[in-house]
Every structure is written in structure tokens, then in C-alpha cells.
């Protein structure tokens, strides 16, 4: 929640998402330098098998974090939170499509009420716009592929924890992403300071929200990692991730006093229980197959 609120407050009085995803991944890798500087985490061993096993993960997380900051300098929030609902969709599409995996009719029925409800979110959103829209699908996709590529890879490093497997994931990311910052936004990046600058913020209290946002985006995401490490439930998690999706959208909208019309709450509330359904028919089809 706070993630999300204060990167909407930095893309909001400096709308240069690539810029600030790549200083929220590098927030990440100055914290774990400390982290293993200090000696408060253990240093991963490096093996090339190691780095072949990250490398394709921090691609898509790379992708679809830069993403996800464009679909959130354009659009409000909670839109685009509702949009990024629909990922179980894509996880089931490309799954079967590219690794042949087969679904129960109770998975697929419940993509239904998710595809309907983004649908319905959309209609009298005043934020939609298709660059944001467009941004916040990608993400979906990109998170999929990140989602896939790192079950592989903490299924075959099992003396990697998640606090080191996202630290190394980060430096990776933030490798990957500097030059495309620099080549997409880089000449921007002075007027648009001045321009905030202009508005009322001093270079000290941007700075600090810039820095906040990164530490607070590590700390999200090494938790995450660090609770599929430790061996959490697959419903657990996708239950904490489902209303992980309410607190944001809903904190968002108190905070920004964003406009929201009954039919985007609607099309919001249906989203969202087609995301749960779709994690409770999962699990079901999960079971079956190991029964069987």
C-alpha cells in the first residue's frame, strides 16, 4: 500500500517512470549491499548456474516492473490494480499455449467474471487511457513468465533463500534497465526536474519520497520472496495476494480521492472474486491431478 501510494506521488510531480523504476531497483541493491556488507545476510555463492537460472527472471521482472510504472504515471492507482487482476487470465492462456498445460472447466469459468469485470472498471473510468492500460498488460504478461521462471529456478537452488534470490534478481534488473532509461528518458530528465521544482518541491523532500519509494518497493517484493521461501501454502499466498489487490486499490482511492462510479466498484468487486475463484479452482484442479 504504501508502495504504491508513493510511487503515484513521485510519478506525479516527476512523471519519468523508467528513470524511477530504475532508481527503485537500485534502492534494492544498495540495501542488500549493506545487507551483506554488514554481514546481517549471508552472500549467495555465484555459480554460472545461478546466474543462468536468474537471468531470464530478472528479464520479466525488469519488464513488467518498468511497466507497471508507466501504466501508473498515466492511469489512476486503483485502475490500474483492477487491470493487473486480470494476470491469472494470462497465466492460463500462455500456460497452456506454450507449456501445455491442461485446465478444468472451473479454472476457466472463473476467468469469466474477471475478463467481465476489468471490462465493466473500465467503462466510466476516468483515468483509462490505452498507453496505461496497454502498460498494465504487459505487466501482466512479463510478471507471468517471472512467475514461471522463478519456480524453476528456487526449485533448483535450494540453498538460495528468497531474501539473496531477489537481491541478485535486482542487480540483474537494475543492469538491464539503466541503459533503456537513459536511451528513452534521458534528455528529459532536467526540464522535468525544474519543472517540479517550479511546482513547490525542493530538491530534498523529492529526493527523500524517490529514496522512500525505492526502499518500500524492495521490501515489498523481498517479502514476497521471502514468504514463498519459507514455504507458505500456494492458496495462502494467493489469498494474502487478493487482498493484498483490495488494500492497495482501496487505500489509493481514499488517499487521491479518486472518482470512483458504482459500476467501476462493480466491475472492481467482480474482478477480484474472479481472481480468488480462479485461485480456489486452481488449487482444486491441482489436486485432482495429484490424486489421479
Not at 526536474?193 to 529526493?207: I, Q, Y
Not at 477480484?272 to 491431478?289: C, F, H, N, P, W
Request: hydrophobic share 55%; charged share 10%.
Amino acid at each position: 500500500m504504501v508502495f504504491n501510494i508513493l510511487n503515484k506521488l513521485v510519478l506525479n510531480a516527476f512523471p519519468y517512470p523508467w528513470l524511477l523504476s530504475t532508481i527503485q531497483l537500485g534502492a534494492g541493491v544498495i540495501w542488500m549491499g549493506a545487507l551483506w556488507g554488514t554481514g546481517l545476510q549471508k552472500f549467495p555463492k555465484i555459480t554460472p548456474a545461478f546466474l543462468k537460472a536468474l537471468a531470464p527472471v530478472a528479464l520479466f521482472h525488469t519488464v513488467g516492473h518498468v511497466s507497471t510504472c508507466v501504466a501508473i504515471s498515466s492511469m489512476a492507482v486503483s485502475f490500474t490494480h483492477v487491470v493487473k487482476a486480470s494476470e491469472p487470465v494470462f497465466s492460463v492462456v500462455l500456460s497452456s499455449l506454450l507449456m501445455r498445460e491442461s485446465y478444468g472447466i472451473f479454472v476457466w469459468l472463473s476467468l469469466i467474471p474477471i475478463v467481465g469485470g476489468c471490462s465493466l472498471a473500465a467503462m466510466k473510468e476516468v483515468s483509462f487511457g490505452l498507453g496505461g492500460v496497454s502498460g498494465a498488460m504487459i505487466s501482466n504478461v512479463a510478471f507471468v513468465f517471472r512467475n514461471i521462471y522463478s519456480r524453476k529456478g528456487m526449485d533448483n537452488l535450494k540453498d538460495v533463500d528468497g531474501i539473496n534470490f531477489y537481491g541478485v534478481i535486482s542487480i540483474f534488473s537494475l543492469l538491464y534497465l539503466a541503459p533503456f532509461a537513459v536511451f528513452f528518458e534521458g534528455s528529459k530528465w532536467a526540464a522535468g526536474w525544474a519543472s517540479a521544482m517550479a511546482a513547490g518541491w525542493t530538491a530534498k523532500n523529492l529526493c527523500l519520497l524517490i529514496a522512500a519509494s525505492g526502499i518500500f518497493y524492495h521490501l515489498y517484493n523481498q517479502s514476497s520472496y521471502m514468504c514463498l521461501d519459507a514455504g507458505i501454502g500456494p492458496v495462502s499466498f494467493s489469498v494474502a495476494n487478493a487482498m493484498k489487490r483490495v488494500a492497495v486499490i482501496v487505500s489509493s482511492v481514499i488517499f487521491f480521492k479518486n472518482f470512483v462510479a458504482p459500476m467501476n466498484w462493480a466491475g472492481t468487486a467482480a474482478a477480484l472474486v474472479g481472481a480468488y475463484a480462479y485461485t480456489v479452482a486452481k488449487r482444486m484442479d491441482s489436486e485432482k491431478k495429484k490424486a489421479a
